[in-house]
Nanobody, 124 residues
Framework: QVQLVESGGGSVQAGGSLRLSCAVSGYISSNNWLGWFRQVPGKEREGVASIYRGSGSTFYADSVQGRFTISQDNAKNTLYLQMNSLKPEDSAMYYC?????????????????WGQGTQVTVSS
């Protein structure tokens, strides 16, 4: 079974930065996707960024493009989300996820395994 544990969330002021980490355990294929999603109470999950493990190709939501960077450290089996120029609207519970399918992108429904989430709060 694949397990994911997020960390690195916290409270920052607008314009600040945070780096989220996701420790991944279990068997992960190079043909799979890892992604970051966020959710605000009362709203659906939103795809933030994803990465294809094999090639390192990435996808970003328009709302975070240019500010967030997703990356992976294969040796440590860790997924990262570097968040810069944070805005209050970035406040959410952030989840990392893994899909055993060969397509994930930013589609939450495609992802099979989820972490418990880490809270990010950005104040103005």
């Amino acid at each position: 079974q694949v397990q994911l544990v997020e960390s690195g969330g916290g409270s920052v002021q607008a314009g600040g930065s945070l780096r989220l980490s996701c420790a991944v355990s279990g068997y992960i294929s190079s043909n799979n996707w890892l992604g970051w999603f966020r959710q605000v109470p009362g709203k659906e999950r939103e795809g933030v960024a994803s990465i294809y493990r094999g090639s390192g190709s990435t996808f970003y939501a328009d709302s975070v493009q240019g500010r967030f960077t997703i990356s992976q450290d294969n040796a440590k089996n860790t997924l990262y989300l570097q968040m810069n120029s944070l805005k209050p609207e970035d406040s959410a519970m952030y989840y990392c996820a893994f899909t055993s399918s060969f397509w994930g992108g930013l589609e939450a429904a495609r992802y099979d395994y989820w972490g418990q989430g880490t809270q990010v709060t950005v104040s103005s």
